[in-house]
């Protein structure tokens, strides 16, 4: 075969490494051109939820290809988007009862930016400021960068990343984060916070308490400041509830949502704001309308398989499933560290992390990387981990008997690439 034309995401071609051909997929599990069964343990980079093909999805794209395939959404709509708006506001905390759609969860951020910094504007208040939380991760459009954590992912762009404050992350001793989020909140210039309530994902799955997200609410509630919550990963019972603000109590201005929108089988995101944010938007002057939209805003197939999520979760016991998920990886956590070369063990939900120990040689080009992420495919589990942080937070619907083995190979993995 002659060589692929196609550029890989957050991938060194230069490497040769050998790119696995998947031709189908069920449940927790990858089924490859050479006949390999592989364990996505995973859920394809966080989007799987109730596990790949879910029969129920697939039959409503299915029955959606035969009515409508796509449609301009700016003063046009279609029953799936309706539907969908409509269910996301009665599922989600009360007050966000404005659903403005787009593509992915990059865009659910630019877009959640832009409400932001629009709300203020029309208000003739301007101000320009992003608060942000060290070591987060927001997408990879330049706004959703800019807001994100600086470092090898985007050195060569830093020219266009525009200026934020930004807060330490929530060690043991949350102090210093609060009083950051005060003093910025207190400059006058700030117009929103945002930040991944308690599971910062490609950041290296660092998780905080509750309580530490409930505090940074309030402070930004007594300072008028927007608070804005990218749950595109921690959303959809990631963290063992619904959305993880759940657990601390707290309602966004406005709420980020992608991967698990639609259980991780279609491109759909949403962005949803409270009345204030639309209301500072809703005018008869034309020049105050919100200015965004992308040629598939809430494509109907796209909408038409979330439409089919809500369903899933609204009438299956999937908080059940994912409480005795979290129980059985809690299980494999404690086992893997008593290894010890397996340091700051930590679990949020469904996603089990820990780092191994390598001494200088950490971060998310460490060499361990690699190694055990080719350790973890030559024993048919997908697994990818962030430098020398391995985690895993697998479909809800993985078997016991692929949880072992995932568990197993993780050991047999750290076990022959730390000491190498
Ligand atoms: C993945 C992710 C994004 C970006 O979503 P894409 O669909 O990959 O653009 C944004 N925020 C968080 C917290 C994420 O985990």
């Not at 990343?161 to 930004?166: A, I, R, S, W």
């Not at 499933?321 to 397996?342: E, F, M, Y």
């Not at 020398?388 to 619907?397: G, I, L």
């Amino acid at each position: 075969m002659s060589k692929s034309p196609v550029w890989h995401p957050f991938h060194q071609h230069g490497l040769g490494e050998d790119i696995p051909l998947v031709t189908h997929a069920e449940g927790a599990v990858l089924h490859t051109a050479d006949g390999r069964r592989v364990i996505d343990a995973i859920s394809s980079w966080w989007v799987t939820t109730h596990g790949h093909n879910h029969p129920r999805i697939m039959q409503a794209v299915r029955e959606q290809t035969e009515k409508l395939d796509q449609l301009i959404f700016a003063g046009w709509t279609h029953e799936p988007a309706e539907t969908l708006a409509r269910g996301l506001v009665d599922i989600m905390p009360d007050g966000l009862d404005h659903v403005f759609y787009s593509d992915s969860g990059s865009t659910s951020v630019e877009v959640a930016l832009k409400m932001a910094l629009g709300y203020w504007h029309n208000r003739g208040e301007p101000r320009h400021r992003v608060l942000v939380m060290e070591h987060s991760y927001h997408g990879d459009t330049i706004g959703a960068m800019s807001v994100g954590e600086r470092g090898v992912f985007n050195r060569a762009y830093e020219a266009l990343l525009f200026d934020v404050g930004t807060v330490p992350f929530p060690g043991s001793f949350p102090q210093p984060t609060y009083d950051a989020l005060e003093r910025f909140c207190g400059e006058g210039d700030a117009a929103a916070f945002i930040v991944e309530p308690l599971l910062l994902g490609a950041g290296g799955m660092l998780t905080y308490p509750p309580a530490v997200l409930a505090e940074m609410r309030a402070i930004c509630a007594r300072h008028g400041v927007l608070f804005i919550a990218d749950e595109v990963m921690t959303g959809w019972g990631r963290t063992g509830t619904l959305l993880a603000c759940e657990q601390a109590g707290v309602t966004p201005d406005i709420l980020c949502l992608a991967k698990g929108l639609t259980g991780g089988s279609m491109p759909l995101a949403v962005t949803m704001a409270t009345a204030p944010i639309f209301d500072a938007h809703y005018s008869s002057d034309r020049s105050k309308m919100f200015f965004h939209s992308s040629s598939f805003t809430a494509n109907p197939i796209a909408c038409a398989a979330a439409v089919a999520n809500l369903a899933i979760w609204r009438e299956e016991p999937v908080l059940d499933r994912i409480a005795t998920l979290s129980a059985r990886l809690g299980d494999k956590l404690d086992a893997l560290s008593q290894h010890n070369q397996v340091i700051n063990a930590r679990q949020c939900g469904t996603m089990i992390a820990f780092d191994v120990e390598v001494g200088d040689d950490a971060g998310y080009l460490a060499d361990i990387g690699p190694r055990l992420r080719g350790h973890f495919f030559a024993n048919d589990v997908l697994i990818r981990p962030l430098g020398n942080t391995v985690y895993t937070m697998p479909p809800y619907c993985i078997s016991q008997k692929d949880i072992d083995c995932v568990a197993n190979v993780i050991a047999a993995g750290v076990e022959s690439c730390a000491r190498s």
